[in-house]
């Protein structure tokens, strides 16, 4: 991770994205009529849309001094539905007419912290002190996305490469923080990290013989051409480090059920405690796949309607890069999950089968 660690820091916007973001609020909004055809009673023309002007009133913000500026009215598809009252995000940029200012999104900070909030108070007054360190944990991965991932790769580092790195950071430092240092979290980091070199080996094969370029949608060609970054090697470092999150779940599970067969049953073999290990994980294995598969398909959605609509067979929609995309992470994930399984159970067959005691049960009320 020294190594890789990027000097330079981020790189510079560039002029795509140069136009101030400003948080503002409005103040008014005029209806007036479009310019293809009457306005309606209730603001929409003859093609479904408003248009008109809306004043917002502006903080204080870099070389803006603030103020009130009146805006068109934002239209088509996505475009923010404003009233008075709404807090927005206006853009100011130079033009040779002078400053333009638009609205281009709405603010949703309060509400994303009202969000936040419940989350934390669910996690704290559900799993007391494991909550919280679950929420040092979380802190820690966002922290390494952050500060290391995203800046190495956008350095020009190797996606992979970074994406090893990073992900091996977490699963070393915020497994332990989160479940407590012991032999039962020691055999679910080694089982993580020989899972995640089987899922990072099959993710890599996958993504060369079926030729993807991970260039799918608008996002990732913007990626691609305003930065220095292999777009099939972020791609199969996004299917790494997604990976990564279902693996520990299931490494930490079946090292926990082996260390409780072991402390329940002293005397059983370290056959009979992987054999015990395996029904459970096999039962664990049956629903996470559906877990793992409905999660990549819902989060992509409507790229995945858009595919299936534009193509004329079963072939053309399968064959897709898109959707080949969307394949290749799901069974990626689900030959390491598979994978994580026996590995984890075997490790803690042998290594859990003489050494867990009752003792090390965790005391009540602890967890």
Request: charged residues 15%; negative net charge.
């Amino acid at each position: 991770m020294v190594l890789l660690w990027p000097a330079g820091g981020l790189p510079e916007r560039t002029a795509t994205s140069a136009d101030e973001e400003l948080s503002g609020r409005v103040a008014a909004v005029r209806t007036v009529e479009c310019a293809g055809g009457p306005a309606t009673g209730d603001g929409a023309s003859a093609a479904d849309e408003s248009c008109g002007e809306v004043d917002v009133d502006l903080e204080a913000s870099g070389t803006d001094s603030g103020g009130r500026a009146t805006v068109p009215l934002p239209t088509g598809a996505g475009a923010p539905q404003v009233e008075p009252g709404d807090d927005v995000v206006v853009t100011r940029g130079a033009t040779p007419d002078g400053v333009v200012y638009a609205i281009v999104d709405q603010q949703r900070g309060t509400g994303m912290w009202v969000l936040v909030g419940a989350f934390v108070l669910a996690l704290v007054a559900f799993g007391r002190w494991r909550g919280v360190s679950s929420l040092v944990g979380l802190a820690v991965t966002f922290g390494v996305l952050g500060a290391f991932v995203v800046p190495a790769v956008l350095a020009g580092e190797s996606p992979l490469l970074v994406a090893i790195v990073g992900s091996t950071a977490v699963i070393v430092v915020v497994l332990p923080l989160t479940h407590g240092l012991s032999l039962t979290t020691v055999v679910a980091v080694l089982g993580t990290l020989l899972s995640f070199l089987v899922t990072g080996l099959v993710g890599a094969l996958s993504v060369s013989a079926l030729h993807l370029s991970g260039i799918t949608d608008d996002i990732a060609m913007s990626v691609a051409t305003r930065f220095d970054v292999q777009m099939s090697g972020l791609l199969l470092a996004g299917i790494v480090i997604g990976a990564v999150g279902v693996l520990d779940d299931v490494t930490v599970t079946q090292a926990s059920t082996v260390a409780e067969l072991a402390r329940a049953n002293p005397g059983y073999t370290a056959r009979q405690l992987f054999a015990g290990g395996q029904r459970v994980g096999r039962a664990h294995v049956a629903s996470v796949v559906n877990t793992i598969v409905l999660a990549y398909a819902g989060s992509s959605l409507p790229l995945i309607v858009l595919t299936v609509a534009d193509s004329a067979s079963l072939g053309g929609v399968v064959t897709d890069q898109f959707v080949a995309q969307e394949v290749v992470r799901s069974i990626v994930g689900t030959l390491g999950l598979v994978a994580a399984v026996p590995i984890t159970t075997a490790l803690a067959a042998v290594l859990l089968g003489g050494a867990v005691s009752r003792e090390e049960a965790p005391p009540a009320g602890s967890e």
